[in-house]
């Protein structure tokens, strides 16, 4: 069983900052992947950024436009944990945010996608 649990959401004024955690446990033998979507009210989930593991401290980035020069995606591996560091906050921001992890898990061998619960960030103008 493996479970995500996510913090660091709040209420914050425009050009403010905020930094989200999504720490993994449970039955983990590695980490493909951490992914940070948000969805704002009435609209879709959206990728906002993406870690691809390429090793034990390395890896690549991938950022929405709209986030781009502003928002940092990194990890904490020996602790499963995945941070956004979002700096220059605007209110178009404001969204649920989710954190997601492609687990490879121990005996099949097989990867999962997880979700965490969701924090809210709302920025105010």
């Known amino acids: 069983q493996v479970q995500l649990v996510e913090s660091g959401g709040g209420l914050v004024q425009a050009g403010g900052s905020l930094r989200l955690s999504c720490a993994a446990s449970g039955n983990i033998v590695s980490i493909k992947a951490m992914d940070w979507y948000r969805q704002p009210p009435g609209l879709q989930r959206e990728l906002v950024a993406r870690?691809?593991?390429?090793?034990?401290?390395?890896?690549?980035?991938y950022y929405a436009d709209s986030v781009k020069g502003r928002f940092t995606i990194s990890r904490d591996g020996a602790k499963n944990t995945v941070f956004l560091q979002m700096n220059s906050l605007k209110p178009e921001d404001t969204a649920v945010y989710y954190c997601r992890q492609e687990i490879v898990v121990p005996n099949t061998g097989l990867t999962y996608a997880y979700w965490g619960q969701g924090t809210q960030v709302t920025v105010s103008s």
């Open positions: 870690f691809i593991s390429s090793g034990i401290s390395s890896g690549t980035t």
